[in-house]
């Protein structure tokens, strides 16, 4: 795992309470898919709360949670009873200070601007019980940043999901080199309880892992629809019909293995010299840019690369949810 130490460990993992209270901070998309999973799939927890700076956030995220409970119940890991009765576990604060009594886990979910994360650890670290794992969901920034200046930097962690929170299974965990042996323990077990695959990086890297492949892999499409060589539907269709289910079955290293290694040795002398190789100075890329600045952010907005129509949006999302719902049950 790297160097891990514990810096101020209040108590073994194992001797540590078991955690029946939670809060989370941020009620948007992903905070409240985070908060509403860990009110309907752990079934030792008593309450699970939510804040969010934005008035009225909260509340309606704790409205959209019967979507959460629909959507878990048709994918077969949650009966309908037990999603009846976890329901009401899930209630909004309305200060931070007050979603934080008693909670023996944190998860941050704010928006994804450094300076606003800290101010919220800050306050995180001032309200919460010493005890209490602070994991944040940042999909980038590194915990060792995140905890600077803390009284307790010792249980910041990064507990980072993928959209939706729900019903992705993997959770990249991501120590800093503070954090307490406690911290990690405590937050794969939340995690593994929740029916999550909580998955341990050795170090921090910028993007962790699968935002690194996911770019790399974009990087390489926009490259290709640049030359001529191919659409964005194109690009989409190859995809999902060929290495697409292959990776999702096997993921990228096993593929090499079945595919064998000199087979792969020859494609990286092939292919490896043609590979988009875009620096740093060309990012973001110019298509995105010109997207965003004629107010076609994607689906949300209704348009990206594709125009998203509400019955086209509903389509995709349905097929989405169907096919993370499988991985769901496997995981």
């Known amino acids: 795992m790297g160097t891990v130490s514990a810096t101020s460990e209040p108590a073994a993992a194992s001797k540590l309470p078991p955690v029946t209270r939670i809060a989370v901070a941020g009620a948007g998309f992903m905070g409240g898919g985070i908060a509403a999973e860990l009110a309907l799939r752990l079934s030792h927890v008593e309450a699970v709360t939510l804040w969010d700076a934005t008035s009225g956030a909260a509340s309606r995220a704790v409205e959209r949670a019967r979507q959460v409970a629909d959507v878990l119940s048709s994918a077969g890991v949650l009966a309908r009873g037990d999603a009846d009765a ?182 990286a002398q092939n292919v490896w010299p043609s590979l988009s190789t875009e620096a740093a100075a060309g990012a973001p890329p110019q298509e995105i840019v010109t997207h965003i600045g004629g107010g076609r952010a994607g689906a949300k907005t209704g348009a990206g690369f594709y125009d998203w129509p509400d019955e086209r949006r509903n389509t995709t999302t349905a097929r989405r949810d169907a096919a993370l719902s499988r991985a769901l049950q496997e995981g």
């Open 86 to 267: 976890r329901l009401p576990r899930l209630r909004a604060a309305a200060t931070l200070e007050e979603a934080l009594e008693g909670a023996q886990y944190v998860a941050e979910a704010v928006p994804e601007d450094l300076d606003v994360k800290r101010q919220v650890f800050r306050r995180l670290d001032a309200a919460a019980s010493p005890d209490a794992v602070l994991a944040s969901n940042t999909s980038g920034f590194d915990p060792a940043d995140l905890s600077a200046g803390l009284m307790h930097p010792e249980r910041v962690v990064v507990a980072h999901y993928f959209g939706p929170a729900y019903l992705i299974p993997a959770v990249e965990v991501v120590p800093h080199a503070g954090t307490a042996p406690w911290a990690v323990a405590r937050t794969e077990a939340v995690l593994r309880a929740a029916g999550k695959r909580p998955i341990l990086l050795g170090k921090f890297v910028p993007g962790f892992v699968a935002n690194r492949l996911q770019q790399a892999l974009f990087r390489e499409a926009l490259w290709l629809v640049r030359q001529g060589i191919a659409t964005p539907e194109a690009i989409d269709e190859i995809v999902r019909y060929s290495f697409g289910p292959r990776l999702a079955a096997l993921g990228p290293i096993t593929v090499a293995d079945f595919a064998g290694l000199d087979v792969y040795a020859s494609l």
